[in-house]
């Protein structure tokens, strides 16, 4: 089986910052979705570094993304730069959240 980068994007979709009614692939925060011989390599970062949901959302992105990783490992690469910023975000979430352009 052939690991696909939109089945992978689908996992991601499921994933919500508690506070925040916008998936974090819409936030912008996924940066990178690398496939490899053997492993899976999602670069992501956060809105802040003072996120307290942090780690819960990094276990769920990588819990998620195992389920169709076809035994890949998957990992998590956390980064700041460049930092994140509402640029980021798709059209969708901007919409969702009211940041159209007047607004941000």
């Known amino acids: 089986m052939v690991v696909e980068r939109e089945k992978i994007i689908e996992e991601i979709k499921k994933v919500y910052d508690p506070e925040i009614p916008v998936n974090i692939w819409d936030l912008g925060l996924i940066y990178d979705i690398a496939i490899e011989d053997k492993k899976i390599i999602i670069t992501?970062?956060?809105?802040?570094?003072?996120?307290?949901?942090?780690?819960?959302?990094?276990?769920?992105?990588?819990?998620?993304?195992?389920?169709?990783?076809?035994?890949?490992?998957?990992?998590?690469?956390?980064?700041?730069?460049?930092?994140?910023?509402?640029?980021?975000?798709?059209?969708?979430?901007?919409?969702?959240?009211?940041?159209?352009?007047?607004?941000?």
């Open 44 to 104: 992501m970062t956060f809105t802040s570094p003072t996120c307290p949901m942090m780690e819960e959302i990094l276990d769920e992105v990588k819990s998620n993304v195992e389920k169709v990783s076809d035994g890949k490992i998957v990992e998590m690469n956390l980064v700041w730069e460049p930092a994140w910023d509402l640029s980021k975000m798709s059209d969708a979430a901007r919409v969702e959240l009211d940041l159209t352009e007047q607004g941000w």
